[in-house]
């Protein structure tokens, strides 16, 4: 009969209790009922009453697959990383309730190569390039002078400005622009004809950090609630 040492029984007995509590704990806490977030920050505006798990969704798979899908990926075993936890918060998140067909400045627009300048300049590849979340404003995208990446070329025949577009692009008058133009151009308003009677750069800049929208009260498009979202998502 094979006899144990004392010392041996004890690591083994040592290993089948920490496997046991390792395997009561992985169980427990992979459990979604015991799932917890923290948020870095309070929410931007507009999204104050949305569930965290609306934008960070479970990832696809077991902790155990994607730790497996993750060291696959180290050793070059598998092309791409695979998400863990929850599924990363994108552009497409983004667009499940915000896309429209009205947008003027849509995400495909900023992926046209003769962008490729003018992107480098902004780094405006992902909605979040100018709506960084938990950070309780509308937009983080302070810089109001933003048009001139694109626009050092514009100008109107019948101009509807007393003083022309091209003056005031020649003049780098740049933080006009938001006075009068709504950047994803979602607001029915009627644009001022005259410099004075346009939105103050006061009001621009309260409406990106939360106030209400200085432009109208009426949206050509609202975005999809947290209940229609779940409902679409449930289909």
């Known amino acids: 009969m094979l006899k144990i040492s ?10 089948s209790v920490g ?7 992985y169980v427990v806490l992979s459990h979604p009922a015991n799932e917890d977030y923290l948020s870095k920050g309070p929410l931007n505006t507009g999204h104050e009453e949305l569930q965290c798990s609306s934008c960070h969704t479970s990832a696809k798979g077991n902790v ?7 060291v696959m990926h180290t050793v070059g075993l598998r092309r791409t990383e695979a998400n863990f936890g929850t599924e990363n918060v994108d552009t497409q998140k983004c667009l499940a309730c915000h896309d429209r067909e009205n947008d003027r400045h849509p995400l495909h627009r900023f992926e046209e190569p003769r962008f490729a300048e003018a992107r480098q300049e902004l780094g405006v590849t992902q909605c979040e390039s100018c709506h960084q979340e938990h950070n309780g404003v509308r937009i983080t995208q302070t810089n109001l002078g933003y048009c001139q990446s694109c626009h050092e070329d514009t100008e109107m025949k019948n101009d509807p400005l007393e003083i022309s577009h091209k003056e005031l692009i020649a003049k780098k008058n740049w ?7 709504d950047f994803h151009g979602n607001h029915i308003y009627e644009a001022s004809a005259t410099l004075k009677d346009t939105i103050p750069i006061a009001e621009i800049k309260a409406y990106f950090e939360g106030e209400d929208s ?3 009260d009426i949206k050509k498009y609202y975005a999809t609630t947290e209940e229609e ?7």
């Open 6 to 15: 004392r010392k041996r029984r004890r690591q083994w007995i040592g290993l």
């Open 19 to 25: 496997f046991f509590i390792t395997s009561i704990c």
């Open 64 to 70: 155990f697959q994607q730790l497996q899908a993750n």
């Open 175 to 181: 933080n006009t622009c938001l006075q009068c133009h």
């Open 214 to 216: 200085p432009y109208a």
């Open 229 to 235: 979202f779940l409902a679409e998502a449930e289909e």
